[in-house]
């Protein structure tokens, strides 16, 4: 007899509802054979549904520190499931939110033979469709009830089924880091077909053949009905629940969902037997009749308060605000944001106090993760160690040494957090181009200590004065990467007599060691360097770089604003993704930037370009033809 595949299903629940036997239940029925609930430690031993489940062997509970912003937990426990994942063999890992079902839409009984059935794939990614609301029920299981669901959408958030062992880090869309020991991965999509190359989700957001269902999709019931929400809402701290008008509002956009989505009745049947097989064991019916009692105690208090509203306008006719002078709050639907949390809705709570920005909430003594934060002089060195197989350093450019305030974030931060890699942050709060004996020491010692060998990929980051030491300090991390964006090579005035910009830059020691990108990139992987050829100082400093592993981006009428002028251009995001993933070439790049025609910022630079260089008659038609692709844009 043979035994198939394991199913590693992951999730974080701060604490458990009535539906989430229900959840679990149907994933089991699917294929679920170990399942991994990460939930909030401050809540252990409080959660009798959870520890009955835990006692039979059932799931494997791992308390947390939980980040203040409770939408942050998809990425941090998808980050922390990797880990598990990483470490397994023999099977698949599925990270899902607790709202979220696992759809297979052909006749694959199990997520292991779908697997199968799609030609033994390395992982799969489906897309996720947002459920509308159903009339109200009373607390206990609410999957099988009538509702529609939205289509899928271009920019559909994925849920990927990858093999264990395979990858050492994840999001909570899809796999990141390079594969463990295999070369050529078959990934495909819900249809079970390849998914575009090169494999990045900056790739996949502009092709909609990434977003098959006729094999899987993903079903998130983010508000089942108006009273399962307001129970949700319930469980916030009080000054973190929304009023009833910023409710009624997010509720507005969920009864208002429509299309086809995937149909979750044909697992019924096995879904009541695997629930029946999990009331009868000891301790979970008596849990489960506690949680639902307590939910209807809780929405009997709530009839009585700012939310009788709510509940009162239930039915046929949709609840409407009351009328105030002041317009409720706007409320992006849940089907068209780029990622869903797990418990998604209105967030009304404040921003993290001055006093924990979001990185050292991170690292402290109550955050999750590992890390340092080293003040020196002059600067200062923030580690935040995610996972082992990417680390991104990033260094300040002149714009962020102006900022001193607590809630200062590194440069590119939440970019790199959103991947789930390690970030090590140099920040400075002076316009020294990072020329300070104290801090070139501790970045030596950090190499000399194995820091940077210690991860799989190391990739070093900045713009103009961060741009430079980007490549500076490359030396200190053979074998790295580098995205640099308007450097200077040296402000050594011997080495450099024509850049006549950077005053303060100019004047400090530069016979200190990495003064010299030309001699610090020998060993480096690629050395991506973005840079605008029309003007002149940025072009003279490129042109001191040579080598194989130099890889030049014209970003043509940018001036010296590169970032600034693809982030107008909505490209610098996806060109960091595409940089990160190790998917970027001067083909896909050149590709994209073709994107910048639509800027108006390109236009005026590239008019003034003709006509310092004489070129009148065309300059005066560039406006003509910018409106011309703007109107065949828009056909």
């Not at 940077?452 to 430079?468: N, R």
């Amino acid at each position: 007899m043979t035994t198939r595949p394991k199913l590693l299903l992951s999730a974080f629940a701060a604490r458990p509802r009535s539906s989430f036997l229900e959840w679990l239940a149907y994933h089991r029925a699917i294929g679920a054979s170990d399942v991994l609930l990460f939930t909030d430690r401050r809540q252990s031993g409080k959660q009798p549904l959870f520890d009955a489940l835990v006692a039979a062997g059932v799931l494997r509970l791992i308390p947390v520190a939980v980040d203040p912003d409770m939408k942050e937990e998809i990425h941090n426990s998808a980050i922390r499931a990797a880990a598990v994942e990483a470490g397994q063999s023999g099977g698949y890992g599925l990270y899902l939110g607790v709202d979220e079902y696992f759809c297979i839409l052909n006749s694959s009984k199990s997520v292991q033979s779908l697997m199968r059935s799609s030609g033994g794939a390395d992982v799969l990614s489906a897309p996720l469709q947002i459920a509308g609301m159903t009339a109200q029920h009373e607390p206990g299981p609410i999957l099988f009830a009538a509702r529609q669901t939205a289509a899928v959408t271009s920019d559909a958030p994925l849920r990927s089924v990858v093999r264990l062992g395979l990858f050492a880090a994840r999001n909570p869309e899809v796999p990141t880091g390079p594969a463990q020991g295999k070369a050529a991965l078959k990934w495909v999509n819900g249809d079970g077909t390849p998914m575009p190359e090169p494999h990045s989700r900056v790739t996949w957001a502009n092709d909609a053949g990434a977003r098959g269902t006729s094999k899987a999709a993903i079903l998130k019931i983010a508000a089942p009905s108006v009273e399962a929400y307001l129970l949700h809402i319930g469980t916030l701290p009080e000054k973190q629940r929304p009023d009833a008008d910023t409710v009624i509002a997010w509720l507005e956009v969920q009864r208002a969902i429509t299309g086809e989505g995937p149909d979750l009745t044909p697992r019924l049947a096995d879904t009541a037997r695997e629930l029946a097989t999990l009331m009868a064991l000891p301790g979970v019916a008596e849990a489960q009749e506690a949680l639902c009692a307590g939910e209807r105690e809780t929405l009997e208090q709530m009839r009585t308060g700012d939310m009788a509203r709510v509940l009162g306008a239930v039915g046929s006719t949709a609840p409407q605000p009351t009328p105030k002078a002041k317009a409720p709050p706007a409320v992006t639907p849940v089907a068209e944001t780029a990622e869903v949390a797990p418990d998604a809705e209105p967030d009304s709570r404040p921003d993290a106090p001055a006093a924990l920005p979001p990185w050292f909430a991170e690292i402290h003594t109550g955050g999750d993760t590992e890390g340092f934060y080293t003040r020196l002089k002059n600067h200062a060195v923030v580690g935040i160690l995610r996972d082992q197989a990417r680390l991104v350093v990033s260094f300040d450019n002149l714009s962020n040494v102006n900022d001193l305030s607590p809630e200062r974030e590194p440069w590119a931060y939440k970019f790199v957090r959103d991947n789930g890699w390690s970030h090590m942050a140099v920040m400075a709060r002076r316009k020294d181009w990072f020329r300070c004996p104290q801090l070139i020491a501790h970045l030596e010692k950090l190499a000399a200590d194995g820091f940077f060998a210690g991860f799989d990929k190391v990739i070093l980051t900045g713009t103009s004065m961060g741009g430079f030491a980007a490549l500076a300090f490359a030396s200190l991390a053979p074998g790295a990467t580098v995205i640099s964006f308007n450097p200077q090579t040296t402000l050594d005035e011997a080495l450099v007599p024509w850049e006549k910009r950077f005053g303060m830059g100019r004047a400090r020691d530069w016979s200190l060691a990495h003064s010299d990108c030309a001699f610090e990139i020998d060993e480096v992987e690629k050395a991506f360097v973005l840079y605008d050829p029309f003007f002149e100082p940025d072009r003279r400093h490129v042109d001191r770089l040579e080598g194989d592993n130099v890889i030049r981006l014209k970003t043509w009428c940018s001036g010296h604003f590169s970032p600034v002028f693809l982030r107008r251009a909505g490209l610098l995001k996806p060109l960091m993704q595409h940089a990160l993933d190790d998917t970027l070439t001067p083909d896909v790049f050149y590709k994209m930037y073709r994107d910048r025609r639509f800027l108006p910022w390109y236009r005026k630079a590239l008019q003034t370009n003709l006509q310092e260089r004489g070129h009148d008659k065309l300059a005066r038609i560039v406006s003509p033809a910018f409106r011309k692709l703007k109107r065949q844009a828009a056909e």
